[in-house]
């Protein structure tokens, strides 16, 4: 019952923005259904790469994760968008394995090897996830990456991966950072108001996911945040839309399909900064 619960608020929240068919066209264009099909296959099909794949057992359920940077580095665990683990998810990986000193990042894959190839599969999949399980399988990577080397380990997420970011910051007692960019948890899943890991979080002035990463989404976090007496950054960038971090040439395309020409490369960078001191502060102290 919690989990359809925690389903309906969260998928209601987010169909208006990401798409029910009805809403779709209105929102992303006619274009959007149709998109990056390519990209995404391929990238499936040399998921390698830079990566070392492993299994993670949680409960009765075991599930493949991808782990990249150095060993017995802090690790970070990288939570996907609603496409899946696809090209821009590992993007994220790589870019934040290779912050100076080093992290050892980790994606679990959360739709066990499915992709939303268009908006509408992307929809579908989101709908049918298990976020309870989500969470379960967020806390096994945490101990995972703990079991093996990391001393200490974060949690990153973007959009889905956001809201599941903040969830962890509550839900996961082993997390000791959380960064969340542009989502928020419903209430079914996690109250930010009793977080117990340092939370910054990062969100687009023009993004238009009501209730989800909108500003009053952002504002909504921040008021639940300081109650919590956790350290926390709420962060909003000005002329930034959703996914605003998505910015590789892939990425700046299928965001243009979806109507959002809004590329702040400042923006971005300036983001960045804020993510490598608040990780910084948190999993390279002693």
Not at 1 to 29: D, E
Not at 129 to 142: E, N
Not at 159 to 179: K, R
Not at 258 to 263: I, L, P, R, V
Request: include cysteine; aromatic fraction near 10%.
């Amino acid at each position: 019952m919690a989990s359809s619960l925690v389903l309906r608020s969260f998928t209601s929240s987010c169909s208006v923005a990401f798409g029910t068919r009805r809403f779709l066209p209105h929102l992303f264009g006619a274009a959007t259904c149709r998109f990056f099909a390519r990209s995404m296959a391929a990238d499936s099909a040399t998921a390698s790469g830079p990566f070392r794949k492993v299994q993670i057992q949680r409960d009765d359920t075991t599930f493949d994760a991808y782990v990249a940077g150095k060993d017995n580095a802090p690790g970070i665990v990288v939570l996907q968008e609603w496409w899946g683990v696809d090209f821009e998810i590992k993007n994220h990986a790589l870019h934040i394995a290779q912050m100076n000193p080093g992290y050892r990042t980790l994606i679990p894959d959360l739709y066990r090897g499915k992709l939303g190839l268009d908006a509408a599969e992307a929809q579908h999949l989101m709908e049918g996830l298990d976020w309870q399980g989500a969470v379960k399988d967020i806390r096994a990577s945490v101990n995972w990456l703990k079991s093996t080397g990391s001393s200490k380990v974060g949690v990153t997420g973007y959009c889905m991966g956001g809201a599941l970011s903040i969830a962890s910051g509550v839900l996961v007692p082993e997390a000791d950072a959380v960064v969340a960019f542009y989502g928020s948890p419903p209430p079914q899943l996690a109250d930010p108001s009793l977080a117990k890991a340092p939370i910054q979080a990062h969100f687009g002035e023009l993004d238009n996911i009501v209730g989800f990463s909108d500003i009053s989404a952002a504002k909504a976090l921040e008021e639940k945040l300081k109650s919590s007496g956790v350290p926390y950054e709420v962060y909003i960038y000005p002329g930034c839309a959703h996914a605003f971090m998505n910015a590789s040439p892939d990425g700046i395309k299928r965001r243009k399909e979806m109507g959002m020409a809004d590329g702040d490369p400042a923006a971005v960078e300036l983001a960045w900064s804020r993510f490598s001191s608040w990780m910084g502060q948190y999993l390279l102290s002693p």
